[in-house]
């Protein structure tokens, strides 16, 4: 298709609607992660938002301790970006009083996002789900917008992923993916990024000029190409896609093959300790940042690290299954395809990792199960992640480290249990 035909094309689509930000509109000024999510829900549900439940100040605060979420108005920032965006288009809570966010209820999703192992399951689930723009996944104001829109943003995705190679960038979702309205014109924007990757850099500007010109104001237009990555990120909570960057991969793109043989040995779980005969408990002040539950651990790198290596091995046609949560046994993920299995310690940084430090148990588990041990690391993992497996971390040369530990004598705690 010549230059001049593929501009008529996209000028013709943008002429349809009354701006050029008439596309997808998911997801504004937040980026998203499963980790991230997972973390709220698991709050959420632990103060009863699976029946309903009231929010507070202390709620609020425990929620932004929780996810990393600075500011004087957590509530403000929750409300308007994390929280909104689990409601629509996620669906997985609802508020229970109108407009107002003083009253929220976890979805049946939202219960499984907490509750649930499977992170990314639940929420490829989830993002399946959507249809745009029909409630409940967006408002009725919003319905009433976007009308002439009937479509599943995240099954036309990876459609048109698999179409083009397993990639697109945020070019070819703005002029092209994010203006499908209908499923039969899934095919239109599969053959205008084709076209697209055949035209030279002066030509790509062109077309996106065209959707520039039409948006008024640079920091309109800035917001609306922001809008793009975000999408991207939206799309990466799931096990079929993950964001490199400015471009968004099929999972199975990425996933690399690899090589590892025989089946390890879990180890037992440390004995209970026994509980005292006589309990003395005591009274302690009051503390206003205490009045609701406090959060879950902060969210690390771990958590979202983990998501991904797992993702990634799956696509690779591994079948995994999460050790994160269970103590004693020093290593992540435990992997298997065909004859071939490992056990996995993951290593995650938000940028570039320095030296990796493994646990005691970490390190023992890695001599136990030597060359069916994997050491993952992920690097960069909200911008462009960048995942890399070393087996049998053990053999590498590394430093012994004494652990910081405070030691109370029984004398001291015991006279003070004694006093209360």
């Given amino acids: 298709m010549p230059f001049p035909e593929l501009l008529r094309r996209v000028t013709a689509r943008l002429d349809e609607a009354d701006s050029g930000s008439r596309g997808w509109f998911l997801i504004t000024r937040v980026h998203l992660s499963a980790a991230l999510l997972k973390t709220i829900a698991d709050y959420l549900y632990s103060v009863g938002a699976a029946e309903g439940v009231t929010l507070e100040n202390p709620h609020y605060a425990a929620l932004a301790s929780a996810a990393g979420i600075a500011g004087t108005d957590p509530g403000r920032i929750l409300r308007r970006h994390h929280l909104l965006a689990m409601e629509t288009p996620l669906s997985l809570l609802r508020r229970t009083h109108g407009a107002s966010w003083r ?13 649930v192992p499977e992170t990314s399951a639940v929420l490829e689930n989830t993002l399946d789900a959507i249809v745009f723009c029909r409630e409940p996944y967006y408002t009725e104001r919003r319905v009433s917008q976007y009308d002439e829109f009937e479509i599943h943003p995240y099954r036309a995705t990876l459609r048109v992923l698999r179409r083009c190679g397993g990639w697109i960038d945020r070019d070819e979702y703005d002029l092209f993916l994010s203006r499908i309205r209908r499923p039969q014109e899934i095919s239109w924007a599969i053959e205008g990024i084709k076209e697209f990757r055949t035209i030279n850099t002066h030509e790509r500007g062109l077309l996106l000029g065209e959707v520039r010109q039409r948006i008024p104001g640079k920091k309109s237009y800035t917001n609306w190409r922001d809008m ?12 079929s896609a993950i964001r490199v960057d400015q471009s968004l991969w099929l999972t199975t793109s990425v996933a690399e093959e690899m090589q590892v043989p025989p089946e390890p040995r879990p180890v037992p779980a440390a004995a209970r300790m ?4 006589v309990l003395r408990i005591p ?3 009051p503390n206003p940042g205490l009045t609701a539950p406090p959060g879950m651990r902060e969210l690390n790198p771990g958590d979202e690290g983990e998501l991904i290596v797992a993702k990634l091995l799956r696509a690779a046609g591994w079948n995994v299954v999460f050790y994160t949560n269970r103590r004693g ?7 298997q395809r065909g004859a071939s299995v490992m056990v ?9 990792l320095g030296s990796v430090t493994l646990t005691r148990l970490e390190y023992e588990a890695a001599q136990r199960y030597a060359e069916n041990f994997c050491l993952a690391t992920v690097e960069n993992i909200h911008d462009n992640p960048a995942v ?3 087996l049998n ?3 590498l040369r590394h430093q012994v480290r004494q652990t910081r530990e405070f030691v109370i004598a029984r004398a001291e705690w015991e006279e003070a249990a004694e006093q209360i």
């Fill in 283 to 285: 009274v302690p002040p």
């Fill in 103 to 115: 009253s929220i209820r976890l979805t049946s999703l939202g219960t499984d996002l907490a509750t």
């Fill in 228 to 239: 793009g990555l975000h999408t991207f990120s939206l799309f990466s909570l799931g096990t």
């Fill in 344 to 352: 996995v310690e993951v290593k995650s940084s938000f940028e570039r």
């Fill in 388 to 390: 890399r497996f070393v």
């Fill in 329 to 335: 046994y020093g290593f992540d993920l435990w992997a």
């Fill in 393 to 395: 971390p053990a053999r």
């Fill in 274 to 277: 026994r509980q005292p005969v």
